[in-house]
Nanobody
Framework: VQLQASGGGLVQAGGSLRLSCAAS????????MGWFRQAPGKEREFVAA????????YNADSVKGRFIISRDNAKNTVYLQMNSLKPEDTAVYYC?????????????????WGQGTQVTVSS
């Protein structure tokens, strides 16, 4: 599966952005999807994950109550709605996919990655 992330940009603290990740292929609904982010000089960090159906979602503690992951299997797209953004949310955001049976917050578990989209939050 090929992934294309979009929707990043520059936003003031407290603002919102919605990231999208469009997937190619007809098997999108068989992949668990995740969002990760990487700030300069830091390791790639788990943000959120979602099950095949979209019923199960998992968020990092740092974004709980602010970010919402969702998916539309009919459109082969996964979303990350980001609210109440903070300067520390500034990073390149990546979407990723895997077919393991279990949820994972480890980037090593993910087989396919999008190219990343830059999110910058100004104070």
């Amino acid at each position: 599966v090929q992934l294309q992330a979009s929707g990043g940009g520059l936003v003031q603290a407290g603002g919102s952005l919605r990231l999208s990740c469009a997937a190619s292929g007809r098997t999108f609904s068989t992949y668990r999807m995740g969002w990760f982010r990487q700030a300069p000089g830091k390791e790639r960090e788990f943000v959120a994950a979602i099950s095949w159906s979209g019923v199960g979602t998992y968020n990092a503690d740092s974004v709980k109550g602010r970010f919402i992951i969702s998916r539309d299997n009919a459109k082969n797209t996964v979303y990350l709605q980001m609210n109440s953004l903070k300067p520390e949310d500034t990073a390149v955001y990546y979407c990723a996919a895997h077919r393991d049976l279990e949820y994972s917050d480890n980037p090593v578990s993910y087989d396919y990655w999008g190219q990343g989209t830059q999110v910058t939050v100004s104070s």
